[in-house]
């Protein structure tokens, strides 16, 4: 049974740094399309971070672009994401979402669907 569980969310002013982590068992993270996305308020949830864990360049929405890192961890199981100059507008929670095929140039299709998510964590950037 592959788990995703999200830690590293909190309460941070703007310009601020938090780093999310999500740990995964029962998955093998070699070759497979991970992600972070976000969810706020009355808004669709949008892909801001994106990866193929067997390597190549990631996928950042224009959004975060520039500000915050994705990274994986294959010996640990660990996928993270590394969030700084934090906005208002960064608010949400987050969720760590992995794919159980292989990976390869369709991990970062917008129309991509994963198929295992996080329970989420919550990040609010006050101003």
């Known amino acids: 049974q592959v788990q995703l569980v999200e830690s590293g969310g909190g309460s941070v002013q703007a310009g601020g740094s938090l780093r999310l982590s999500c740990a995964a068992s029962?998955?093998?993270?070699?070759?497979?399309?991970m992600a972070w996305l976000r969810q706020a308020p009355g808004q669709e949830r949008e892909r801001v971070a994106a990866?193929?864990?067997?390597?190549?360049?990631?996928y950042y929405a224009d959004a975060v672009k520039g500000r915050f890192t994705i990274s994986q961890d294959n010996a640990k199981n660990t996928l993270s994401l590394q969030m700084s100059s934090l906005k208002p507008e960064d608010t949400a929670m987050y969720y760590c979402?992995?794919?159980?095929?292989?990976?390869?140039?369709?991990?970062?299709?917008?129309?991509?669907?994963?198929?295992?998510w996080g329970q989420g964590t919550q990040v609010t950037v006050s101003s």
């Open positions: 979402a992995a794919g159980s095929g292989r990976s390869g140039a369709y991990c970062y299709l917008i129309s991509y669907v994963y198929d295992y």
């Open positions: 029962g998955y093998t993270y070699s070759n497979r399309c």
């Open positions: 990866i193929d864990t067997a390597g190549g360049s990631p």
